[in-house]
Each structure stands twice: as structure tokens, then as C-alpha cells.
């Protein structure tokens, strides 16, 4: 029995229990965790961290624009966010007479400040458990398709009743733990966000693509906004009469600096993260999907870069787009390496082979088996889902093209695509990589899985370049004039377009003949992977006596993350210390490269050694630090507090070594990386001589 026992523990060691500062956890739920945060230095209370009957940290934390974390530190409004958050609103207000992502941006008074159009930001009003409410009228019986309808019916009736569009409220209803478990999350919107400020790229991407996941960084990742509200502090649509929202609860700026070791709390976003799927699913990502996703993009950013050095207007327009494409394509190759070095595939399989064995006569017997089967028969679909994603969805045109087919009975609407398209479009680059991308997907799309409209026209014209010469040249599509007068009047014509025709065929082939086989072995999937869950926590709670080290997923809703200051071993002989200065800035500049070409005015500052009073205990000016906390995409933009609640950084990135945390968290390679708050209050103070923006905020020094 006992041997028995000590084989599950360390087969359970690998999968289940959790590692030192790993974690996402429900801020509802913090009290759980509260003592372990306390034992490891934390100094607040749980009611501190969230709290519906008084202000906490939770008002001082927004979801930014949808897909990023953004924090208030000041009673007017004034938030941070990261400089990547941010870029695709610096671009929409950039030009070549008005660059402001090379030169930078900085409202010096209120009326300078941006509108942005389509922005907004979501407070966390409060969450709930309500998981009673969302299964009512659940049968064991019912099929998986029953379940989701009511599952939705329920959720639907549930968020309506917690909503008030009038003030603001949006609720929403989520899953967690693949469906065993559900929370309302009610959020107060803003919709009037305006941009105050922004260093140059030079700071803000400083390192760019090559440094991008990367440590040591020194990357000034952060931009700045404010949110506005109507004279009563309420939501509202954007309004010269509008004032600045003045919050519940706004961050203090700690001017105290790091040490390693020193406490570390992330409050935000994350987006998405896999922690509990079976080894099968991880092997698909090690070895099929990582690998030629990166090839599909390693493509697509050549050709990018190519005329984007030679242009500075076509650099303008393709900055977001890059950036975009760059960002997934270089964490796939850290995370195909991370999970190759911890074996993460041979340890599930270890511990799904203990697992069945603890699940012989229960309801989860088999349970693993059954994921393996249905891995196998998704593989393929996944496979083409993916390179339908990488590369048919990647040709601009003919997404340009279904949107404009879609809305031609709105002729303003159609003005209005054709308008924001244009103004970042570059033929020569969408030419170029249908002909490359076309090419892969010939090379390595399996017969069955291609359509016979590719096959027929790679016959017909000999070659993806040959086709891609014929679509460009045909297509009216490309014509910024002709599109904006296009009416619903047009349809017929504008529908034999070679490049509507590429978008529809490839469409109809990919919602007949492989969506729905997707679709329908991930609702198998799903309702596997639900019971998979349970089963895990059962097991877990049978060897332990305990299910407190489960955390939900990630699901782009506001969690907490808890770690410490702390450098890594990259590979042997290497320590990394897990802090960076000014001085490591200057070591990379280089005006020759232009991911590296700093401004002029950071040179003379360091010259002249010009610091002001954001300088740590050597003189220098800190940059950037990591931490142990467990972050993912979403992440970005996040407060990093140390142990009192104040405001210590901004986190932007994790470290390249530790990318595969979304499926696997290790204690000695994962370290998310943030910027220190005092090269921030530098840059503003210093560089962009924004003073005034310095005096709304408090500091503790």
C-alpha cells in the first residue's frame, strides 16, 4: 500500500501539485490563498486585494481595449498600459508629417489628449459563483448539444439581469475548469479613452523583434491614457463636455526600487493557458502546430521586412501588423523548445498511466484513452484549421474583400473599411506572400484537405506565383476608388472578382468540409476534457487530501498571480540577474540598426548623467526586472506591486526559456519580465519633459 501510495505521489508531482509562485487565481477567492501570499511577504489583507464593500485593488485595474491589462495612478483618470497595448492606437494618429511612433507623442495639456475611436476599458465591478443558477435544469441525460443550449439559455438570462447598459454594466457569464464550474463577471465599460502619451519606438520597442522575449531587455514598453466620464463620474460616448474619471482606487508609485527576492503581485488579464490537457494535446502543439506555424510566419515577416527597410511609409503602415505577426511567431519557438526540455509529454503520459490505474471501477475508468483517440482524430482537422488560419486568412486582399462583399448595402460603411484599409496596405507585400503561402500550402496540406478550386487553379496557372500574378493584376480590389464606390447594386460583378472568389471558395470549402468535423470533435473533446478535470481534482483531493493548488485556466478574466524577484540558469554556466539598467541601453545602441538606434536625447542623458531621482542604489537608472509570477497574453500591461500594494512595474513579456508556461509552468525557466516604474517616470520626467503628469501622481519613496 505504501509503495503504491509513494508510486501515485511522484507521478502526481509532475502534473498536480503546484510549483513555488505558480498560480491564476480568482481574486473572489484570494482569502484561499491569502496566508501563503502573507507567509512569503506579502503585507495586505485579502479585503485589500478585492472587495464589493469598499474600495480595493481590483478599481484600480482595467481590462485595456480587449486584449491587454492597463492600470489608474492618478485621481484623474491617468493610465498605463504597455507601449505594444497601445500601438495600434499611436499608429491610427501617426503619418509621415505626424510620426509619432518614431518621434514619440506627449499631450502637454488636456485638450491635447487623443480620442480614440472603438477603444474602452472594463472595471471589475464584482464576480460570482453562479453555478447552480447556470446548470438549472441540467440531466445527466441530456446530450452534450442540450447542455450548451442550456447552459447558454441560462447564462444569457443570468448576464441580462446583472447588466445596465445605462450605467455602464456589462455582465458576463464564463466556464472555468472546462465547464465544471461558472462565474459572473460584472464590469463597469468606459468608452472614452484618449491618449496622453507615448515614448518613440526607439524606447517603447527598443530591441524590437530581436529582443522580444528576450532577457536581459531594456524595452520602455508603456504608453499612456486617460479614461473620461460625464460630470456625474458615469460611463459615456466620447464628448468634449466629458472629464476625467476619477476612480475608487488609483496605484501609488513606489520609488523604493527591487532586490531579488523581494515580493512580487500581478493583478490582471491573462488571456489564455492550458494547464491541464492531456499529453496528446501537447504533443500537436510540440510537433505539428508550433513547427509550421513558425515557418508560415517566418515567411510572412521576410517578405514584411523586406520593404518595410526600404520604405519608411511602408514601415509606418505595416508597424502594427509586424509586430502582430512577430509576437506569436517567436514565443511558438520558445515554447517548441521549452516543452522538448522538460519532457512535458513523457510526464503526462506517466501520470495519465497512474491516473487510469487510480480510476479502475469509477466513472473516470478509460477517461485518458478516450482523449488520446479523440487527439488523433481531431489531429487532421487541426491541422488544416491551422494553415487555413496561417495562411489563407493571412492574404489581406481577400479578407478586404469578404468585408466589403458583406457590407456593400451600407455605402458608408463600405467608404469606411475602404478607408482604414488603404491607409495600411501595401500590394507588393500581400502579392508576394499569397505566391509564398499558397506555395506551402501546396507543399504541405495533405490531398484530402485542399480544395478544388486551389487544385484547379495551380493547375491552370502553373504556380502559386504564376496565380498570384493573374489575382493582382484582375482583382478591382486594389483599387482604393473603385471599392469605395461599390453599391449593393455591384454585387454580381464585385462576387466574380478573383479575389472575393479566393475568399468565398476557400470559405464555403473550409464551413463545409472541415468546420463542422472541428466543431464537433471539440464538443467531444470539451465534454472529455470536463470529465478529465473532475477527475484530476478528485485524484488529487484522494492522494492529498486537498484540491487547493487547482487553478482555473486562463480566460481573459482578472486574476491574481503571486511571485518573487528572482534571476534563472538559462543553461549551464549562465545566471541571468533579474535586473537591467540604463547602461545596458547604451551598450546595445547602435544608429546603424534601427531596432536598436536610440533617441539622440537618451544619449545626452546619459552623457551628462542627467537622472533626476529615478536612479537605484548603484546611480544607475533601473530598466527592467523578472519575477517568478505565472503570466500569459493578456498579461500585458499588468501592475506589478510589491509587498505593500504599490505600484513597482509594468509587466510586457515572459522570458523565451519559459514560453511553454501556458502548458507546462517550471519554476527554474518561467520569469515574466516587467518594466521597472522608475525608467517610466524617467522617460515622462526626462525625456519627454511631461512633468505636469508627474504631479497628479503619489509617490512613495
Not at 445596465?164 to 458576463?172: N, R, V, Y
Not at 481577400?398 to 467608404?415: C, G, H, K
Request: hydrophobic share 35%; charged share 25%.
Amino acid at each position: 500500500m505504501k509503495k503504491t501510495l509513494l508510486t501515485i505521489l511522484t507521478a502526481l508531482a509532475p502534473v498536480l501539485a503546484l510549483h513555488a509562485d505558480e498560480g491564476m487565481w480568482l481574486p473572489a477567492l484570494i482569502q484561499q490563498r491569502i496566508i501563503d501570499m502573507q507567509h512569503k511577504g506579502f503585507r495586505l489583507e485579502a479585503e485589500d486585494i478585492y472587495s464589493i464593500n469598499q474600495a480595493s485593488l481590483k478599481d484600480a485595474v482595467v481590462l485595456f481595449d480587449g486584449g491587454c491589462t492597463g492600470e489608474l495612478i492618478s485621481p484623474d483618470g491617468l493610465l498605463l498600459t504597455n507601449h505594444h497595448c497601445g500601438y495600434d492606437r499611436i499608429q491610427e494618429h501617426s503619418s509621415v508629417e505626424h510620426d509619432y511612433l518614431r518621434d514619440g507623442f506627449w499631450a502637454m495639456t488636456r485638450e491635447q489628449e487623443l480620442p480614440n475611436k472603438g477603444i474602452f476599458v472594463r472595471f471589475l465591478d464584482r464576480m460570482e459563483d453562479v453555478t447552480a443558477a447556470v446548470l438549472k435544469g441540467y440531466d445527466p441525460s441530456m446530450t452534450e448539444d442540450e447542455r450548451a443550449a442550456l447552459v447558454a439559455e441560462n447564462s444569457k438570462s443570468i448576464s441580462l439581469q446583472a447588466s445596465d447598459p445605462e450605467q455602464g454594466l456589462k455582465a458576463i457569464v464564463e466556464g472555468l475548469y472546462y465547464g465544471n464550474q461558472y462565474f459572473l463577471f460584472v464590469y463597469r465599460e468606459f468608452t472614452d479613452v484618449r491618449l496622453v502619451g507615448a515614448p518613440p519606438s526607439a524606447i517603447g520597442k527598443f530591441g524590437g523583434d530581436t529582443d522580444n522575449w528576450m532577457w536581459p531587455r531594456h524595452t520602455g514598453d508603456f504608453s499612456m491614457f486617460r479614461i473620461y466620464a460625464d460630470r456625474d463620474n458615469n460611463p459615456a460616448a466620447y464628448s468634449p463636455d466629458n472629464v476625467p474619471y476619477h476612480p475608487k482606487k488609483y496605484f501609488k508609485i513606489s520609488l523604493q526600487g527591487i532586490n531579488e527576492g523581494d515580493f512580487t503581485f500581478i493583478y490582471g488579464y491573462p488571456g489564455s493557458t492550458r494547464e491541464y490537457i492531456h499529453s496528446a494535446g501537447v504533443r500537436y502543439v510540440e510537433e505539428v502546430s508550433d513547427p509550421h506555424k513558425i515557418n508560415l510566419r517566418t515567411i510572412r515577416l521576410d517578405i514584411q521586412k523586406k520593404y518595410m527597410d526600404a520604405s519608411q511609409d511602408v514601415r509606418i503602415r505595416y508597424s502594427a501588423k509586424n509586430a502582430s505577426v512577430a509576437n506569436a511567431w517567436k514565443k511558438w519557438q520558445g515554447e517548441s523548445k521549452g516543452l522538448r526540455k522538460l519532457k512535458t509529454v513523457s510526464r503526462k503520459q506517466q501520470f495519465e498511466s497512474e491516473f487510469e490505474k487510480w480510476a479502475e471501477g469509477s466513472e473516470y475508468e478509460g477517461i485518458t484513452r478516450r482523449l488520446d483517440s479523440l487527439y488523433a482524430l481531431l489531429g487532421p482537422y487541426s491541422f488544416a484549421t491551422d494553415y487555413y488560419n496561417e495562411s489563407v486568412r493571412a492574404v489581406e486582399i481577400a479578407r478586404f474583400a469578404e468585408r466589403i462583399m458583406n457590407a456593400l448595402s451600407e455605402p458608408d460603411r463600405v467608404r469606411e473599411l475602404s478607408e482604414d484599409f488603404f491607409k495600411d496596405y501595401y500590394g507588393p507585400i500581400d502579392r508576394e506572400c499569397f505566391a509564398a503561402l499558397m506555395e506551402q500550402y501546396d507543399r504541405n496540406v495533405p490531398e484530402e484537405f485542399k480544395p478544388e478550386y486551389f487544385t484547379s487553379n495551380m493547375s491552370r496557372y502553373g504556380s502559386a506565383a504564376a496565380w498570384a500574378d493573374a489575382l493582382y493584376s484582375a482583382t478591382l480590389f486594389t483599387d482604393r476608388e473603385r471599392v469605395a464606390s461599390l453599391r449593393e447594386e455591384d454585387r454580381e460583378a464585385a462576387a466574380a472578382d478573383p479575389a472575393a472568389e479566393f475568399a468565398r471558395e476557400f470559405s464555403e470549402w473550409f464551413s463545409s468540409e472541415v468546420l463542422p468535423r472541428y466543431i464537433a470533435l471539440n464538443r467531444e473533446l470539451q465534454l472529455a476534457n470536463r470529465d478529465y478535470m473532475r477527475g484530476q481534482m478528485e485524484y488529487a483531493k484522494a492522494v492529498t487530501g486537498t484540491t487547493d493548488n487547482f487553478y482555473p485556466d486562463a480566460n481573459l478574466t482578472l486574476r491574481v498571480a503571486y511571485g518573487h524577484v528572482q534571476g534563472y540558469y538559462p543553461s549551464d554556466g549562465i545566471y541571468y540577474y533579474p535586473y537591467s539598467t540604463m547602461k545596458g541601453i547604451m551598450e546595445k545602441d547602435n544608429p546603424e540598426i534601427f531596432d536598436y538606434n536610440i533617441p539622440q536625447s537618451l544619449r545626452d542623458l546619459y552623457a551628462s548623467k542627467d537622472y533626476g531621482r529615478w536612479t537605484d542604489s548603484t546611480g544607475e537608472v533601473p530598466v527592467c526586472f523578472i519575477a517568478t509570477n505565472h503570466t500569459t497574453g493578456g498579461n500585458s500591461g499588468s501592475p506589478v506591486i510589491n509587498a505593500e500594494g504599490n505600484l513597482i512595474g509594468i509587466n510586457f513579456d515572459r522570458v523565451w526559456e519559459g514560453t511553454m508556461s501556458d502548458l507546462d509552468f517550471d519554476p527554474d525557466f518561467c520569469r515574466n519580465i516587467s518594466l521597472d516604474i522608475r525608467y517610466v517616470m524617467f522617460t515622462i520626467d526626462k525625456v519627454a519633459g511631461a512633468g505636469h503628469l508627474l504631479d497628479e501622481m503619489t509617490f512613495v519613496e
